[in-house]
């Protein structure tokens, strides 16, 4: 499979700091992207998705940035909380047809307090 | 509203074994894929069923296959189970072939001894 053999990287963070976490793709082809966000002992949980032909996309405390050229995805949380303590992975779809989502390795996201 | 449910749990079994996990999709959602999680890395993309239909496979051996019900839930099977398969296996569903967001249920942990 994909990703044999790679490790997590970690980013620690001071609750109330703001957090960047950055993901390649690999697809220049892939045209949506989500970042999900992973709890030990649970599945994924969606946090924001964007599409090829926007840059920018904000939620609530969270921002996802799409630069096509270098193919490179970024997560803006703000003001991290502890609560967001968690593996985040961005994943890319490149098949027009279903969610054939191919997952970057995750980053490991620890708030201090 | 149900969310995506898989079953067991937890599963331990011997080398050599056989092992079959379960997933039921989100009611009015037809497509039904499964990832591999080995510890500490990324998810794996194993299988895409849609309408009763294998769509799509990643990089793994056959001795991993499954299949999709009327009712869209899903069965994953591993067989000859090996060391190295031991892994949170997770089921997600989506609304339709094409459709982006897809949903993760909290996953099984197999345990291969």
């Known amino acids: 499979g994909e990703n044999v053999g790679l490790h997590l990287p970690t980013l620690s963070v001071q609750e109330g700091d703001n957090s960047i976490i950055n993901c390649a793709y690999s697809?220049?082809?892939?045209?949506?992207f989500i970042w999900y966000k992973q709890e030990s002992g649970k599945g994924p949980q969606f946090i924001i998705d964007i599409r090829s032909n926007m840059d920018k996309r904000q939620g609530q405390r969270v921002t996802v940035l799409l630069n096509k050229t270098v193919k490179h995805l970024s997560l803006q949380i703000a003001a991290t909380q502890p609560g967001d303590s968690a593996v985040y992975f961005c994943a890319e779809n490149p098949s027009p047809r279903g969610n054939k989502l191919v997952f970057g390795a995750g980053t490991i996201l620890r708030v201090k307090s | 509203e149900a969310g995506v449910t898989q079953s067991p749990t937890h599963l331990i079994k011997t080398r050599g074994q056989q092992a079959t996990l379960r997933c039921s999709p989100i009611s009015g959602h037809t497509s039904v894929y499964w990832y591999q999680q080995a510890l500490g890395l990324g998810l794996q993309f194993l299988l895409w069923?849609?309408?009763?239909?294998?769509?799509n496979r990643g990089n793994f051996p056959p001795r991993f296959s499954g299949r999709q019900f009327p009712n869209y839930s899903s069965e994953l099977n591993v067989n000859a189970l090996e060391l190295e398969d031991s892994a949170l296996y997770l089921c997600a569903s989506s609304l339709r072939e094409g459709s982006t967001e897809a949903f993760f249920g909290q996953g099984t942990r197999l345990t291969v001894v």
């Open positions: 069923y849609d309408e009763g239909e294998e769509r």
């Open positions: 697809n220049s082809a892939s045209d949506y």
